[in-house]
């Protein structure tokens, strides 16, 4: 039988060393490992699984040695340049950027969610953005029951979803406070005690990016193209886990009863929903977790069948590392 042969490819980036965590948990039934990132990093070291290994350039020939699987975790540039030549050359690639996201011909997936379309691939799936992620995790239980008719997002994303970069400048403006006057090396303000509703570039109709990415791909994994949603993504000056205030409204009526047992028995969901003992999901329930936390469930009086979501979850595991690493398990 061939050797499974994986490469991660992005490896000393935030996501990569989760990745890398990630995978030394699951111990898969991986026969070789490669880790690739740009040239600043080659020659770095990484320890994984007992072992050393060297981190390597990444080049046009990197997938001459015949790899079964590749994660990228490396931006959108570097994945359109090359996921396609690993997957002309027979890996299967695992991409967490955006830049294959919508192509009609890549899958989209969260495991917990359409497991079916990974079967579907054509050397490349993609794993849908962090916030996409947990949101669809909770919807999905929802709509197949009640039939959702419309969604609105407003997000409360934490700064390691910026990579590192992203961390530098909330540390650097916790050393430097109160002053915020100092180099920002990923975002456009300061980010320590502060919140910016801006998360990716801004689009010509107003929206930015990112809320454009949460409205498409949640239409693409609910497959429903129609789908009326809006979004509004802010940055918040937490280290990791992104929260979200999802507002729901569906075409059935509900029992509210009724419908936190479907999120209760729904895979890949923690339901702590106690209002009257103050219980409810926060960033830190949730670091370190693959899970995706769902709280302060109750209905949304203004409409005729609505209810209102606190959605909780680690945006550098479920967000991206882990729910790749359980696309290559069920590859497996
Ligand atoms: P490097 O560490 O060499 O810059 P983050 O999102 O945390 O900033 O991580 C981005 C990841 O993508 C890093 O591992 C980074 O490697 C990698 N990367 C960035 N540019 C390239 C490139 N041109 N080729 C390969 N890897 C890249």
Redesign the pocket.
Known sequence: MNKNKLAI????????QTILKVLEEKKLPIEEYAF???S??AGKKIHFLEKEYTVQE?TTNSFDEGFTYAIF???GE?AKKYAPIAAAKGCIVIDNSSAFRMDGDVPLVVPEVNPGEISNHQGIIANPNCSTIQAVVALKPLDTKYHIKRIVYSTYQAVSGA???GVLDFQNGITHYPSTSYNLAKFPSPIFNNCLPHIDIFLENGYTKEEEKMINETRKILKKPDLAITATTVRVPVLNSHSESINVEFEKDFELSELKEVLQKAPGIVVKDDSYNEMYPTTLDSNDKDEVFVGRIRRDFSVNSGVNLWVVADNLRKGAASNAVQILEKLL
């Open positions: 490819v992005g490896a000393t980036g935030l996501v990569g690739f990132a740009s600043r990093s990444l975790s490396a931006g570097v990579g590192y970069k």
